[in-house]
């Protein structure tokens, strides 16, 4: 395996080791990595460029390598303007739309595997990517062009990915240290939530108020499980407080759940 000219990159919670060689990323490999690696090859035979492509999975050493997707990734610090400006909104809501559709011609591999952590218990129709927030878009010009850290992908329904992005890219915080908007003043993301669905084409909003509160709450008791469970990356989210700022957020979406269903209505 040859890593030559290898170079760390940082970032990531998850994933414990995630390291740039030439145009090819090397991330720690998991049992789900063969079936993760067979969607991204469908999306790539597809022209479907909203993710990396695979290259190939070294199992002794426990990795796997794609494609370098050059451009920023905001994994800290401020927020540039143009995350929170409308045409960057929809044109998420729009790449979650093509990788979703690209699920009705996909057949998995018959010993699929995915990982179960942050996946909707019952599967569904579509491969949602289960972890769709700024810090997993790569922005090329100011303009989100890709998806990356697949390792969490696995069958789900359509609003289980949608809520998850209407949470992160509106977004739903209501936290002074890290929402784009003025606190006082909620209408912006009532619109914001109504222009995603508009872009992405969901047509069925019936109770997406309580899905996306659903979702914050599936999130928030997944990072516990892993704490409590030993997981260092989830002791780490623990620690950081993601639990008691989950717990707020939720609690900001059910103080303005009626504007939210007024705006989506």
């Not at 784009?180 to 047509?203: H, I, V």
């Not at 103080?255 to 989506?264: G, T, W, Y």
């Amino acid at each position: 395996m040859d890593k030559a000219g290898e170079e760390a990159l940082t970032g990531g919670f998850l994933t414990s080791s995630v390291t740039r060689s030439g145009d090819t990323v090397w991330r720690s490999a998991g049992r789900w990595s063969p079936t993760v690696h067979a969607w991204l090859a469908h999306l790539a035979d597809a022209g479907i460029d909203v993710a990396p492509r695979p290259v190939r999975i070294d199992a002794a050493a426990g990795v796997e390598e794609v494609t370098f997707l050059d451009g920023m990734v905001l994994s800290g610090g401020a927020s540039p303007p143009y995350l929170w400006r409308d045409d960057t909104l929809t044109a998420v809501a729009r790449l979650v739309r093509q990788f979703h559709d690209a699920a009705a011609s996909f057949t998995p591999p018959a010993d699929a595997n995915w990982q179960g952590t942050a996946a909707f218990p019952g599967g569904g129709d579509v491969i949602c990517h289960n972890d769709l927030a700024p810090w997993n878009t790569v922005f090329t010009g100011g303009s989100p062009a890709a998806f990356i850290d697949w390792d969490l992908a696995a069958p789900g329904p359509r609003w289980w990915d949608v809520s998850y992005a209407i949470w992160h890219f509106v977004p739903l915080y209501g936290d002074p240290s890290n929402d784009p908007f003025e606190l006082a003043e909620f209408e912006p993301r009532a619109r914001r939530t109504r222009l995603f669905c508009d872009a992405y084409g969901l047509a069925d909003r019936a109770g997406l108020v309580d899905k996306v509160i659903g979702r914050q709450v599936a999130v928030h008791d997944a990072i516990k499980r892993g704490a409590a469970a030993g997981d260092p990356a989830y002791e780490r989210l623990w620690e950081l407080g993601a639990g008691t700022g989950i717990q707020r957020q939720a609690g900001y979406v059910r103080a303005h759940r009626s504007a939210l269903e007024d705006a989506l209505t």
